[in-house]
């Protein structure tokens, strides 16, 4: 099996979700969203689904949740998942031009989304077009650059950070979350950096590919073979830290 090769993307998604970071800031999401019945809720990049249910069963039989992906395999298999629920219906579509009315939900989110978008100042712009005044807005994004491992060796740990941070085309949107919501026209309201810690060397390497990234690295010449063996061979095997920030912004649409 080829060692760069990327997993399923609808698994990792999902096991990204339901690992026990992925838990916890979805839930503090969530909840600062103040969902109720009758709401109408975006989520920006819904992939396969994996947080449809929940807003829907938020909402109730009187709201709407619109889900929104480009990717057609995304928006049939949410399409799939969510079958059951009258409340749902999932888009293909744009983060940059959205397919929905001006001022037409009432709550929106978009889970990591933004660090992959080509213009992730102009899909917030889009974001305040479609929510009404005084709607919500949640947004969660890392910050790659913020990423360490604890490892004897520090300049391959750096290195690795380095080459991580390169394959993300926004690896610092975590950060800039406030400032392009206040440029967008929202209000801010809770903005929160946590760090995301990870003691086990298989989970970490089920979220952040370890031992795919360091094979990518090496092949890019950006590590060197050896002492990048040497140092994964570390990590599975003593004890282990790896970590980075994550944010969660909550902010509501002004006049």
């Known amino acids: 099996m080829d060692a ?16 026990a ?8 999401l969530h909840a600062a969203l103040e969902l109720r019945p009758g709401h109408t809720v975006l989520d920006v990049g819904c992939g396969p689904g994996t947080d449809l249910a ?11 949740v619109i889900g929104v992906d480009h990717d057609p395999a995304m928006v049939e298999a949410a399409r799939l998942r969510l079958a059951g629920y009258g409340n ?3 888009h293909r579509g744009d983060a940059h031009a959205l397919p ?40 969660a994004e890392p910050d790659w650059d913020s990423f360490i491992v604890d490892d004897i060796d520090a300049q391959t740990s750096r290195a690795f950070g380095s080459f ?6 926004n690896p610092t949107i975590g950060r800039q979350l406030p400032r392009l919501l ?31 990234n360091t094979a990518r690295a090496v092949e890019a010449g950006a590590l060197d073979d050896r002492a990048a063996g040497q140092w994964l061979d570390r990590l599975g095997t003593g004890p282990f830290l790896a970590g980075f920030t994550f944010f969660t912004v909550i902010a509501r649409a002004g006049d």
Request: charged share 25%.
């Open 4 to 19: 760069t090769r990327a997993p399923d993307p609808i698994t990792y998604l999902d096991e990204a979700a339901a690992s």
């Open 164 to 169: 991580l941070a390169g394959r993300v085309r």
């Open 88 to 90: 749902v219906t999932v």
């Open 182 to 212: 206040e440029g967008a026209g929202f209000a801010l309201g809770s903005v929160v950096a946590h760090p995301v810690l990870l003691r086990d060397f298989g989970a970490a390497d089920q979220i952040l590919g370890l031992r795919r």
């Open 100 to 139: 929905l009315a001006d001022s037409s939900v009432d709550r929106a989110r978009a889970d990591r989304v933004l660090q992959h978008l080509a213009d992730p100042a102009w899909a917030i712009v889009e974001l305040r077009r479609v929510v009404r005044t005084g709607g919500i807005v949640g947004l």
């Open 54 to 64: 929940v807003l829907a069963v938020a909402t109730g039989d009187s709201g709407a």
């Open 21 to 28: 970071p992925g838990r916890e800031y979805k839930q503090r």
